[in-house]
Nanobody, 122 residues
Framework: QVQLQESGPGLVKPSQTLSLTCTVSGGSITTNYYAWSWIRQSPGKGLEWMGVIAFDGTTYYSPILKSRTSISRDTSKNQFSLQLSSVTPEDTAVYYC????????????????WGQGTQVEL
């Protein structure tokens, strides 16, 4: 059974770049055709999909966050990472990493495995 674990700083200063890593165990991030996403939930709001990196390294981003978001991976460590630039207090949220069966499933919010989430505050 695949497991995901987010890690990164819990406190970031405005205008800085937020960097988070998701470590995956029990399955490879390069396995056809899985896709690996970042999602967040701000206080009092619903879940917001941020972007995805597919099994082949292709990335897709939310149009709303595209200009500030970058998702990358380290296949040797079975990890994928999120960078969100120019953060503001509105970026305060619980950040989750999750797995989808296909990249288009990710943008539709269809995930089969989730990390526990990590709180990030500004």
């Amino acid at each position: 059974q695949v497991q995901l674990q987010e890690s990164g700083p819990g406190l970031v200063k405005p205008s800085q770049t937020l960097s988070l890593t998701c470590t995956v165990s029990g399955g490879s991030i390069t396995t056809n055709y899985y896709a690996w996403s970042w999602i967040r939930q701000s206080p009092g709001k619903g879940l917001e999909w941020m972007g995805v990196i597919a099994f082949d390294g292709t990335t897709y981003y939310s149009p709303i966050l595209k200009s500030r978001t970058s998702i990358s991976r380290d296949t040797s460590k079975n990890q994928f990472s999120l960078q969100l630039s120019s953060v503001t207090p509105e970026d305060t949220a619980v950040y989750y990493c999750a797995r989808a069966r296909f990249y288009y499933s990710a943008s539709a919010g269809e995930f089969d495995s989730w990390g526990q989430g990590t709180q990030v505050e500004l």
